[in-house]
């Protein structure tokens, strides 16, 4: 009886220690590989925008350029115990990249962000006396990370090699395949 409880809460013991080193070692460390890994998969199996828009997930963007090109990025994160973030983009070149940055939501807010930056621009004309001490969105970071004119420089790029370069300037990288 003795010796089977004296196994038992060994036993016991290894499990929470385990589980410990688990979650504070073993997890961190396989979290990035893990949801980039997912992230190409998802994005490489997508065929044309609509199925990209869908697999850029929750919050990811599709981004439609004005060159007719595309760029595809499917972000996650983490908040549990730890802040990683991980975000995986497909270019219509077919050029992928990556970032570590923590965008927190930001991408997927871009679409909103936008619609609103136009409604003040208007508000801003039609009754500019409103607005005499206030700078836009556009003119400041606000702290929005990536800011409206970085976002902007995307979009609005001439070609794909512009539009790389500007998410390079948000913190992508190239990812070799």
Request: aromatic share 12%; with cysteine; charged share 25%.
């Amino acid at each position: 009886m003795r010796r089977s409880f004296k196994y038992s809460l060994l036993g016991a013991l290894f499990l929470v220690v385990g589980f410990i080193v688990y979650a504070l070692f073993i997890y961190p460390a396989m979290w990035y590989p893990l949801t980039r890994r997912e992230s190409l998969k998802i994005l490489t199996q997508a065929k044309g925008t609509n199925e990209l828009a869908q697999s850029v997930g929750r919050y990811g963007l599709l981004l439609q350029l004005t060159n007719g090109g595309w760029i595809a990025i499917r972000y996650h994160d983490t908040h549990h115990g730890m802040v990683a973030s991980c975000a995986v983009a497909r270019d219509s070149e077919g050029n992928w990249f990556e970032s570590d940055r923590h965008f927190c939501g930001s991408l997927s807010f871009w679409p909103h962000l936008k619609e609103t930056e136009a409604a003040e621009k208007e508000m801003r004309e039609k009754y500019p006396e409103l607005y005499t001490n206030k700078v836009s969105r556009a003119e400041s970071d606000n702290g929005i990370f990536p800011s409206y004119r970085e976002m902007m420089a995307i979009e609005a790029a001439t070609n794909m090699a512009a539009a790389r370069e500007a998410l390079r300037a948000i913190g992508f990288k190239p990812l070799p395949r």
